[in-house]
């Protein structure tokens, strides 16, 4: 069966996983990946799982591999700091089945903590990279990179960004192989064991490999000259390559769909047209740039554009022939509309607390690092995933007496055993004064509310083994943990105040699951609306920054949006006039 | 059909803008022609301003509309059709949801919600269309049925044969849910 569907970049991902006969499929979920996973559930014959962190998922696809399976592996662009240690031997040990590893950019920084150029790694690790400019070619290159790894005896990278893994365009799907070799065990410590002896060996594969890779390159479709008028030449990749169609529709263009090892020959060949200007047209880093001027090759690139944020055609436009872009309205009497906890979020009043309490908290990566904003404010630091813990102790270290108890981590429940727990031992071994918060909310919430091992249920909603987080902290070595419902404020408020001021490390755990979680919220709970004979306009409400509350300047009172309003009845407790009513109570 | 049509989709997250972009790419692929769409994903879903970029023609580029070249800003709320106005052509359309959705500052009373803002946009595009889009919603029985409402105003804007908006919807849209939603789409559509 061929057929023309609309497929984001991620759906296609998955789609070619499917048609590579791919058997296993590991990830830690993160923007903009996510949903390559969550597609490939649809077809039963991959067994798709999440992993505490992309670490390990990477070190699960390295065994199916070894096993003799085709593996994808896939991860945010940081996701891949964490994986590094594996994947750097991987390059060494190469392959059995094909294993390729997504690695989803963002430039922009759309919804991460930095925008690093991960085309860096493949350099870096020496791994070849792929680079699709849209759906099509999110697929091919995907089915492609397995064939590459199986013939190279290699992992094979496939870098994807924002703007390839969230548009939608369309691709033509074909069906997977009719029959997938069962895998079974075959040694070859030679080639798998890394000890010094062997991996000395496999270092020398390893160079000639990427030379292999180039020379291959050179004459492969992937990297493609498209024929203009000859007299600018551009040299691209990826979604860079969309933004050159639109603005020099002319141009000589070398398209490179592999963008490590670089097909120097046909770069060579590209340059010897003798272009009036020969542009290197790519997004953050000069990684294209850097290598062909190290060849001696005279390019326009990064003194025209810009090395940090994504490229639009506007942008191109203007980084090439000046002239100014046309953006959404900034102007300061057109309110900003930044995201916000969801009405009902269990973390609102533990920020709230904290800020009350003015703690210095040490942030970590999750829904909660909206915690930060106004009018909750109540997020100091915000490093990586897992870092809110070490943060704390280090901090902790340099303080007097007195300020070491303002120091409070706050964690969401899958950081904690993504790589936070490790912070954790490390706080107990070496005998810190911190508090540490863990927001338990049962789900993997700000990319979209996926499973962890700590939420009872795996990729494919089978329930399944749940972490007991009490009793691992307990297992570290912590002795103080206490577990809080953070719907009740005055116990929120107590349990924090208590803990600051114990001078030994101890943990809060705030259980209330996500809001968005239908399984883990059977109990509807009626709205509450704002008696305004009672309400005195004290604005106590309006620091829970509720979307659900809005202040009516004419009446000075607050409301309720009843549509929005999901009853948990925090703001009730902030309240000490008893304005905030149930309907039920309504006489 | 040689130049391509450039759909700007604006609002507040939850207003069902993915959908209704969905639909709106299914309906241009029924009719032959090649069609990117763009969104963000992630952090700014929660309750932020969203966009999605719909672009279509004989062969599209770019997923992201080029600055400043909307043909049609699609907007679900007011304050963000303010917001991206300035993508708009000169003689570009707007097609608006009359709505207003309180962003923090005006919530927490730090700034008010400016004042006359359909009347801002139509003095600088006349051609903008206003809907009713949640009086129409509850007309055809589900108040969460505004996106499609405004699928069906933002439809007589463009050229493509009814029938493939049916087709489209029938199969993005849930069963259960389809009847109000075509009721919803007809009355977008000025059927009463």
């Known amino acids: 069966m061929d057929a023309k569907v609309l497929l984001s970049g991620n759906e296609a991902i998955a789609r070619a996983s499917y048609e590579a006969g791919v058997l296993v499929a590991c990830a830690y979920p993160g923007t903009p990946s996510t949903e390559i996973l969550e597609n490939i559930t649809r077809y039963k014959e991959i067994d798709a799982s999440w992993a505490p962190n992309e670490k390990v998922a990477l070190e699960v696809g390295i065994g199916a591999s070894f096993g003799g399976a085709r593996a994808i592996v896939t991860m945010k662009h940081v996701g891949v700091n964490v994986a590094a240690d594996p994947l750097f031997t991987l390059s060494y040990t190469g392959v059995r089945g094909g294993l390729v590893l997504v690695t989803a950019d963002d430039p922009e920084l759309h919804s991460s903590q930095n925008e690093q150029d991960n085309r860096n790694f493949a350099k870096f690790a020496k791994v070849p990279m792929f680079e699709p400019s849209d759906s099509q070619e999110a697929l091919d290159f995907t089915k492609l990179a397995f064939a590459v790894s199986e013939q190279f005896d290699t992992p094979v990278f496939l870098r994807s960004t924002t703007r390839i893994s969230h548009s939608k365009s369309v691709v033509n799907i074909a069906e997977r192989p009719q029959e997938i070799p069962q895998p079974k065990l075959s040694r070859d410590p030679a080639k798998l064991v890394m000890l010094p002896g062997n991996a000395r060996k496999r270092h020398v594969v390893v160079e000639q490999r990427i030379k292999d890779l180039e020379e291959w390159s050179c004459s492969q479709p992937f990297n493609r000259i498209e024929d203009g008028a000859g007299e600018v030449g551009v040299i691209t990749s990826g979604v860079s390559y969309q933004y050159v169609k639109e603005i020099l529709p002319e141009a000589d263009v070398l398209k490179i769909g592999m963008v490590y090892p670089l097909p120097r020959q046909l770069i060579r060949d590209f340059a010897a047209r003798n272009h009036q200007t020969l542009y290197v047209i790519e997004e953050l880093d000069p990684f294209i740039e850097e290598q062909i001027r190290a060849m001696g090759i005279k390019v326009v690139g990064k003194e025209k554009l810009s090395l940090c944020g994504e490229l639009t055609p506007g942008r191109l436009q203007q980084g090439l022939f000046g002239g100014s872009v046309a953006t959404e309205d900034t102007s300061a009497e057109l309110p900003q509309r930044p995201p916000n906890m969801c009405p009902g979020?269990?973390?609102?009043?533990?920020?709230?607390?904290?800020?009350?309490?003015?703690?210095?908290?040490?942030?970590?990566?999750?829904?909660?690092?909206?915690?930060?904003?106004?009018?909750?404010?109540?997020?100091?630091?915000?490093?990586?995933?897992?870092?809110?813990?070490?943060?704390?102790?280090?901090?902790?270290?340099?303080?007097?007496?007195?300020?070491?108890?303002?120091?409070?981590?706050?964690?969401?429940?899958?950081?904690?055993?993504?790589?936070?727990?490790?912070?954790?031992?490390?706080?107990?071994?070496?005998?810190?004064?911190?508090?540490?918060?863990?927001?338990?909310?049962?789900?993997?919430?700000?990319?979209?509310?996926?499973?962890?091992?700590?939420?009872?249920?795996?990729?494919?909603?089978?329930?399944?083994?749940?972490?007991?987080?009490?009793?691992?902290?307990?297992?570290?070595?912590?002795?103080?943990?206490?577990?809080?419902?953070?719907?009740?404020?005055?116990?929120?408020?107590?349990?924090?105040?208590?803990?600051?001021?114990?001078?030994?490390?101890?943990?809060?755990?705030?259980?209330?699951?996500?809001?968005?979680?239908?399984?883990?919220?059977?109990?509807?709970?009626?709205?509450?609306?704002?008696?305004?004979?009672?309400?005195?306009?004290?604005?106590?409400?309006?620091?829970?920054?509720?979307?659900?509350?809005?202040?009516?300047?004419?009446?000075?009172?607050?409301?309720?949006?009843?549509?929005?309003?999901?009853?948990?009845?925090?703001?009730?407790?902030?309240?000490?006039?008893?304005?905030?009513?149930?309907?039920?109570?309504?006489? | 059909m040689s130049k391509t049509t450039n759909i700007l989709l604006a609002g507040v997250g939850g207003q069902g803008i993915l959908l209704a972009s969905e639909v709106l790419s299914e309906v241009v692929l029924l009719a032959g022609l090649d069609v990117k769409k763009n969104e963000i994903h992630g952090m700014s879903q929660r309750g932020g301003s969203v966009v999605s970029h719909v672009r279509y023609g004989e062969k599209v580029y770019s997923s992201i509309i080029p600055e400043g070249e909307v043909d049609i800003l699609f907007s679900f709320e007011m304050l963000e059709t303010c917001r991206y106005l300035p993508l708009l052509r000169p003689n570009g359309r707007v097609v608006m949801n009359d709505w207003k959705i309180a962003p923090p500052s005006v919530a927490l009373g730090k700034q008010p919600y400016p004042a006359d803002l359909a009347e801002t946009i139509r003095l600088q595009h006349p051609s903008t269309t206003v809907v009713n889009g949640l009086e129409l919603a509850l007309a055809a029985g589900n108040s969460k049925t505004v996106n499609t409402v405004l699928l069906g105003a933002l439809s007589q804007t463009l050229d493509f044969d009814p029938q493939l908006w049916q087709t489209a919807l029938r199969k993005m849209i849930p069963e259960r849910l389809l009847e109000v939603n075509l009721k919803a789409f007809a009355l977008g559509c000025g059927e009463h």
């Open chain 1, 345 to 587: 979020c269990p973390h609102r009043g533990i920020f709230m607390e904290l800020n009350r309490a003015k703690a210095y908290v040490t942030g970590d990566i999750g829904c909660y690092t909206l915690g930060f904003m106004p009018p909750l404010s109540a997020m100091d630091t915000c490093v990586c995933m897992g870092a809110s813990i070490g943060n704390a102790t280090g901090i902790s270290k340099v303080l007097s007496a007195e300020e070491q108890r303002k120091v409070v981590a706050v964690i969401g429940d899958s950081t904690f055993l993504h790589t936070g727990i490790n912070g954790l031992m490390d706080m107990v071994y070496n005998q810190s004064t911190a508090t540490v918060i863990i927001l338990d909310n049962r789900i993997t919430a700000m990319t979209g509310r996926q499973e962890n091992p700590a939420s009872g249920y795996t990729l494919s909603e089978q329930p399944t083994y749940q972490v007991d987080l009490e009793q691992l902290c307990r297992a570290v070595g912590v002795k103080n943990v206490r577990i809080i419902d953070p719907y009740n404020i005055s116990l929120t408020r107590k349990t924090i105040r208590e803990e600051m001021a114990r001078p030994e490390v101890s943990v809060i755990i705030s259980s209330r699951p996500c809001v968005l979680v239908p399984r883990d919220n059977l109990e509807r709970r009626s709205p509450l609306y704002v008696d305004h004979d009672k309400c005195t306009g004290c604005q106590a409400c309006l620091r829970l920054g509720c979307p659900a509350i809005t202040w009516d300047s004419d009446k000075k009172k607050s409301n309720i949006d009843k549509i929005i309003c999901v009853g948990c009845k925090v703001c009730q407790q902030t309240c000490g006039f008893d304005a905030f009513q149930e309907y039920g109570d309504q006489s």
